[in-house]
């Protein structure tokens, strides 16, 4: 069975780590959840107000991590999913996240990242020269990581498939799961 890789921590978008999480076991895939530490993680629920210029945040589901970032095998992994949320604003700093990440890129491994995820993309150099989706307000940080921000609910850039945010988890995870599928099928 093929094995796929969520990178995330505390604060991450509820919705955003367990849709692709269920998604990929429904599919036939082993998904397994790394975080700095082998834990118990508390995400949040991100919503959009009318009215508001960003979105509201909410305590979320608890979920255990299984695996820490630094026991993480990369090459036991035919693919990678980063969830959006706060997480990846302070896991992008993590040595061996930033070695994962390049790791999956160099393989040319099927990677996806939704909303805030792309930062972590772009901590470990890994953008320079592609195109990526995120949350509109982390369209900077893609170009400072070398890419070209790009507004799709579901961009494909060859193995990279991004989108903004939950909203667009039907289009995001239909194409990532047919880049999966080319790449790794679940058995």
């Known amino acids: ?9 505390d604060a991450a978008e509820d919705l955003e780590v367990m849709y692709p999480y269920q998604r990929l076991l429904e599919e036939g895939y082993e998904t397994h959840i790394a975080a700095p530490s082998a ?31 630094s026991e993480v095998n990369p090459d036991e992994y035919a693919a990678l ?35 805030h995820g792309p930062l972590v993309l772009a ?7 592609r195109e990526s989706s995120a949350y509109p307000a982390c369209a900077l940080d893609v170009e400072n990581g070398g890419g070209t921000w790009v507004d799709s609910e579901a961009h494909v850039d060859q193995n990279l498939v ?20 080319a790449a790794a099928p679940a058995t």
């Open 162 to 181: 991004t989108g903004r945010a939950w909203p667009d988890h039907p289009a995001w995870m239909r194409a990532f799961m047919k880049v999966l599928r």
């Open 123 to 129: 901590a470990a150099g890994v953008l320079k020269g």
């Open 81 to 115: 999913v980063i969830p959006g949320g706060r997480a990846p604003e302070y896991i992008r700093g993590d040595r061996d996240v930033q070695e994962i990440a390049r790791h999956f890129a160099d393989a040319g491994k099927p990677i996806a990242a939704l909303c």
């Open 1 to 9: 069975m093929a094995k796929v890789l969520i990178l995330t921590g």
């Open 39 to 69: 834990k118990k993680l508390q995400f949040v629920v991100h919503d959009f107000v009318e009215g508001y210029d960003t979105y509201t945040e909410k305590p979320g589901h608890t979920w255990a991590a299984d695996v820490a970032f």
